[in-house]
């Protein structure tokens, strides 16, 4: 596992027009990292995260955007934020962002992020289905015989993996994070990791969604807390069912970017290798179209744009 990075996090009112603190830019921002979806920039002791409406499938960015997609993971993971403030601290600052991200960026604080994607599990899909039918097991947690694709898992489990600059994540075990984290930040990493999954997924079935899975990225801020960053619960860092056409043993009705996935997978002059097709305008559209549903969905907020 590679060292610890340096950070980057409803419509909201502006924070600036509500009475609450802002920081604001003292000089040109400086972009430090960019990564397949999103940009990272230094504004003086913070750093901006910034959401484009990129998609990437199999670890390629598509030279196609999907419209809006940036500002929707934003906004939702900002109201996911919200429903877990008593759990964890999150990364987020405020919405004082330049004006040419309004909407698509957060303001948030300096942390050391942690070198493991944080998998919750709660039924058996995508990654897990594959290692589950190659080795009975995710991430050194055997899972019962005779599991079928989409399966409801006896109890939500913690599979990580790795977090890799190039190329593809790769599962470990718990085991192999304690020995760069230590066991005291392991479990944490663990138990944090299962309690925000879990009241993701009471929401989330509360409003007819089923969360099959999820990966978190916490960091570690300058006291030494950890923090959870990035985004959460989005359509491109999970998996969201509709509860209502749930049957075991079969593919999903899926409102994720899995509807992308699905079609590139129909491709067969592509080797999942750069650089990624076109992406024709009608799956552009439903890929939107899903984005916009699964937050009005979760929230019950109307999408404007």
């Not at 972009?31 to 920039?41: D, P, T």
């Not at 670890?59 to 999907?66: A, H, I, M």
């Not at 990791?193 to 009471?202: D, N, V």
Request: aromatic share 8%.
């Amino acid at each position: 596992m590679r060292a610890p990075r340096s950070s980057t996090g409803s419509r909201s009112a502006h924070p600036c027009r509500t009475g609450t603190a802002c920081r604001v830019s003292l000089g040109p921002v400086e972009l430090i990292r960019k990564g397949k979806v999103r940009e990272v920039y230094a504004d003086g002791d913070d750093v901006i995260l910034v959401a484009s409406d990129r998609v990437s499938v199999y670890d390629v960015v598509l030279p196609t955007p999907v419209p809006d997609k940036g500002t929707i993971l934003t906004q939702l993971s900002l109201w996911w934020f919200r429903q877990f403030a008593d759990l964890v601290p999150n990364h987020v600052i405020s919405e004082d962002v330049p004006d040419e991200w309004a909407g698509r960026a957060v303001r948030c604080k300096r942390l050391e992020i942690l070198p493991v994607e944080c998998i919750a599990r709660g039924y058996l899909a995508g990654g897990g289905l594959d290692s589950y039918r190659a080795t009975g097991s995710v991430s050194g947690v055997a899972f019962p015989p005779g599991l079928v694709e989409a399966d409801r898992l006896p109890q939500p489990v913690f599979t990580p993996s790795t977090k890799a600059d190039e190329g593809h994540d790769e599962y470990i075990s718990v085991e192999e994070i304690a020995k760069d984290l230590g066991e005291e930040t392991t479990t944490r990493l663990r138990d944090l990791t299962l309690k925000i999954y879990e009241r993701g997924a009471e929401i989330a079935r509360e409003r007819g969604v089923i969360i099959a899975d999820t990966k978190f990225e916490f960091g570690v801020d300058t006291d030494g807390v950890l923090t959870l960053a990035d985004e959460v619960l989005t359509p491109d860092s999970s998996r969201f069912w509709k509860a209502s056409e749930y049957e075991p043993g079969r593919a999903q009705w899926s409102y994720d970017k899995q509807f992308v996935r699905d079609w590139s997978s129909t491709l067969t002059d592509w080797d999942r290798t750069y650089p990624g097709p076109e992406v024709p305008d009608d799956v552009v559209k439903e890929t939107r179209a899903r984005y916009v549903e699964i937050y009005e969905q979760l929230t019950g907020e109307r999408w404007t744009s």
